[in-house]
């Protein structure tokens, strides 16, 4: 069985993101639902006599509020299906991540709202956290359609290390996708560099239609490989750079979900210059299956 650990904060989180999950409806899995209470942290202790005297005064309807605010979060999730509940108490990324290789999680899935990229930047956010520490495939829900069958694109670059992502999503098998594009995006200066093809000037447009097409012989296994995942599969190759042209892809044809391999740069590349994926969480306005093979993180 599957272990899905839905991360929340608000009940309007949870809906978020079970919905979702339900659209996706990923065979054979177990969900748990997980709300962690954050420590208070007694600022005001340093401030001044009377802040502290105020501060320990209300500490303990402080903490009653937080624990009722827990409850009322779990009862919700209740309310609507039947599932493992679970309240942590502790730094919030941290707990939930702990959680999740305790149980040895499949997936991990968390609501979130795009902030935009400057804001993302600057002020970071719980999925974008988990994104960067998680050893586990991330589901981010965001606000979209709440129903029918799903349309999703698959970014890849046919590395071997998408290739296991491939394996993982077959794994994880989710049964609720009707449609499915795959794109693969390069750039032509860039693409050849990548491949030891030096610094071959592009001079016709024979090498440029070469690649395209092994590229596209590549999309088309991907087909063959993910066959049973979905009832329509299209695949397309993009000259452009990733961001631009999945950003595209998914506003045009509009998409409920993109799937994407994790694998970038290390965690500090990330924090500093980010990648595609971790673009794509942090600051695209659209649903994001961020995978990651199973014991690989």
Do not use: W
């Amino acid at each position: 069985m599957n272990k899905i650990v839905l991360g929340t904060e608000q009940a309007e989180d949870f809906d978020l993101t079970y919905s979702l999950l339900k659209r996706l409806r990923f065979a054979n899995a177990g969900l748990t639902v997980v709300h962690v209470i954050e420590p208070v942290h007694p600022a005001a202790l340093a401030v001044s006599q009377d802040s502290a005297y105020a501060l320990a005064h209300d500490l303990e309807l402080i903490l009653e509020a937080a624990q009722k605010h827990a409850d009322a979060v779990l009862n919700h999730a209740a309310e609507a299906i039947e599932p493992d509940t679970q309240a942590l108490r502790g730094h919030r990324v941290e707990e939930l991540l702990k959680y999740c290789e305790s149980v040895e999680a499949d997936l991990v899935a968390v609501g979130s709202e795009s902030k935009g990229p400057i804001a993302s930047v600057l002020f970071g956010s719980v999925s974008r956290a988990i994104a960067q520490h998680a050893k586990r495939s991330l589901l981010v829900a965001k606000k979209g359609k709440e129903n029918g069958a799903m349309h999703a694109v698959l970014a890849t670059d046919h590395s071997k290390y998408m290739d296991r992502c491939l394996d993982e999503l077959l794994r994880l098998h989710p049964t609720g996708i009707g449609r499915l594009d795959i794109i693969t995006c390069f750039r032509d200066e860039e693409y050849l560099r990548r491949h030891s093809l030096g610094e071959m000037p592009v001079t016709g447009m024979d090498v440029l239609e070469r690649i395209e097409q092994e590229l596209q012989v590549a999309n088309d296994r991907v087909k063959e490989k993910l066959k049973l995942l979905a009832t329509t599969i299209h695949s397309e190759v993009v000259r452009d750079a990733a961001i631009p042209a999945i950003a595209k892809q998914m506003k045009d044809s509009a998409a409920d979900l993109l799937i994407v391999g994790a694998h970038g740069h290390s965690a500090v590349e990330r924090l500093l210059l980010g990648s595609v994926s971790h673009h794509m969480v942090a600051a695209e306005s659209f649903p994001v299956l961020l995978l990651r093979p199973k014991g690989e993180g």
